[in-house]
């Protein structure tokens, strides 16, 4: 397939979500595949609702996420010109109307209609009339351009999803397409944009999937190509009902304030809907080359929470030290608003605000970067990777929660206190010497090495689980580490 083009169009109402984030990785990964290009469109002609935050956050979003556009973003309102032009044209060609009738008389037949049980389609007497019928005067101005929608036959929408779905034709209304304020309607505008910006596949939510047969009698009204439309299923909560907040249902930035990274997050979304096989971890590249509209599910798929984490862990493993030390940074930095709308506990946003000072220390960084091969192995996303270097982030003294408390209480301060100057003493600072005088202490004492090291990773790391004890000596070097047992062993 050459000239591939396909395009994202967001309206700019609200955040970027989850599943307008899936159509654009769709419409994204199918443009690269083809070497073809991948297009934004900002849909902003509902000027009471749009926003320039909401266009700046999909922008943010779409660059967080690595979903790189061609080109300059469009804006929809921009072109309301060209859009009222197409429906002059279709006036002029016969495909559409003016209809002179006003709303009390539309109001008037739908309620005639419902009270009889008939459908509320509005049959504008306006349809076959001529110059000669219109009002003279002002009123003459004084009406709206109506598509002239097809009354006998079927109109058809081959999807590459859903496959060929018919439509009665009488059950798709003479739509109006330009207001008798000369503004024209987003059914119009979207058709007009996606000719003149050449796109050739509409991938989108099936939620527009009427809008297509109306979309398409337009297109043929025009004498256009209709391009190929594959409308994915919505994605729907773990319990197949509605994505709700709780399940998921949030702005993309929420994802990253929730410490998920965007390579994890495009092998998650990729899955939501779409398969390769029974693949479920993937990188970006396979990805691109993978990605076809013939491998998009016609179920609903369901967002699992979990299954991202998982995902996501695997992502974090296959990264390397440096993009995740950033990563950390780039949550540490988020604000504490997005951090609250996003689904975190009180405790997890405390830890990734306390974390932002130190990551921008040099000798705190490269500590991180040393104990990095070990740190992600054990954590699934970037917060649990923060609470997780907490050892490392947290400065002297530091307060131990509350298993590590109990883990220091009773006579562990004492056995620290005897342990400390053969620490002290060890040669070199290394995990195989360290591991040995430990042992060595333990023995000497009569104990499991457990009974040792749990104490001793309490006191280091204020937490009842870290990296190995040994790792951590390590990366805190002999000073902190001796410094931090005598916090506890009072020395
Ligand atoms: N602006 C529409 C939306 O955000 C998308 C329109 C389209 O993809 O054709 O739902």
């Known amino acids: 397939m050459t000239d591939v083009v396909t395009r994202f169009a967001p309206s700019p109402t609200g955040f970027l979500h989850i599943g307008g984030a899936r159509t654009a ?24 609702r749009s926003t320039p935050e909401a266009t700046a956050a999909i922008h943010e979003g779409m660059r967080w ?25 279709m006036l002029e060609n016969g495909t559409a109307y003016r ?14 209609a419902k009270a009889e049980g008939r459908p509320p389609m509005f049959p ?36 590459a ?3 060929t779905v018919t439509w009665k034709a009488g059950k798709l209304d003479d739509l109006i397409l330009l207001r008798s304020d000369g503004t024209p309607v987003y059914m119009l505008a979207v058709v007009v944009d996606d000719h003149d910006m050449g796109v050739t596949h509409v991938i989108r939510g099936d939620d527009h999937l009427t809008n297509a ?13 209709v391009p190929v439309f594959a409308h994915i299923p919505l994605i729907h909560g773990p319990d197949g009902a509605k994505l709700s907040k709780r399940h998921g249902a949030l702005g993309v930035e929420a994802y990253r304030a929730m410490g998920y990274l965007p390579a994890g997050m495009r092998n998650y979304l990729a899955r939501l809907g779409w398969a390769h096989g029974d693949d479920e971890l993937f990188s970006t590249q396979q990805l691109v080359d993978w990605f076809g509209l013939e491998a998009i599910g016609k179920s609903a ?58 990551l921008a220390e040099e000798a705190r960084r490269a500590m991180l970067l040393a104990a990095m091969p070990g740190l992600k192995e054990r954590a699934k996303t970037l917060v649990e990777l923060i609470e997780l270097a907490h050892y490392i982030l947290a400065n002297r003294p530091l307060v ?48 499991k090495l457990g009974k040792v090291a749990q104490p001793l990773r309490a006191a280091l790391t204020a937490r009842a689980i870290s990296p190995g004890v040994f790792d951590v000596m390590q990366t805190l070097g002999r000073d902190e580490t001796i410094a931090r047992l005598g916090d506890v062993a009072g020395d």
């Open 99 to 112: 209809c002179y009738a006003s709303k009390a008389e539309i109001d008037a037949y739908r309620e005639q």
């Open 301 to 358: 798929a369901r967002f699992d929470f979990q299954k991202l984490a998982a995902v996501n862990g695997h992502h974090m493993r296959e990264a390397d030290d440096a993009t995740l030390l950033a990563a950390m940074a780039d949550v540490a930095a988020q604000d504490k608003a997005v951090l609250e709308a996003a689904d975190l506990s009180k405790e997890q946003i405390n830890a990734i605000t306390a974390a932002r000072a130190p």
């Open 25 to 48: 990785l769709f419409n994204w990964a199918f443009a690269r595949h083809h070497g073809g290009r991948f297009l934004l469109r900002i849909e902003d002609t509902d000027s009471a």
């Open 65 to 89: 996420l690595g979903l790189d556009h061609d080109g300059e973003a469009i804006s929809q309102a921009s072109r309301a010109a060209r859009h009222a032009d197409v429906a002059h044209v």
């Open 213 to 225: 047969a109306r979309q398409s009698l337009i297109y043929r009204a025009m004498g256009w190509d």
């Open 400 to 447: 131990p929660d509350a298993k590590a408390a109990k883990n220091l209480s009773g006579d562990a301060a004492v056995l620290i206190g005897r342990l400390t100057p053969q620490l002290r003493n060890a040669s070199p600072w290394d995990g195989t010497t360290l591991e040995a005088v430990v042992r060595d202490f333990a023995e000497a004492e009569g104990l």
């Open 161 to 163: 999803v859903q496959g």
């Open 124 to 159: 504008s007497p306006w349809r076959d009339k001529g110059p000669a019928d219109w009002p003279e005067g002002a009123a003459r101005d004084g009406y709206v351009i109506r598509l002239k929608a097809p009354r006998e036959g079927e109109v058809t929408v081959e999807d």
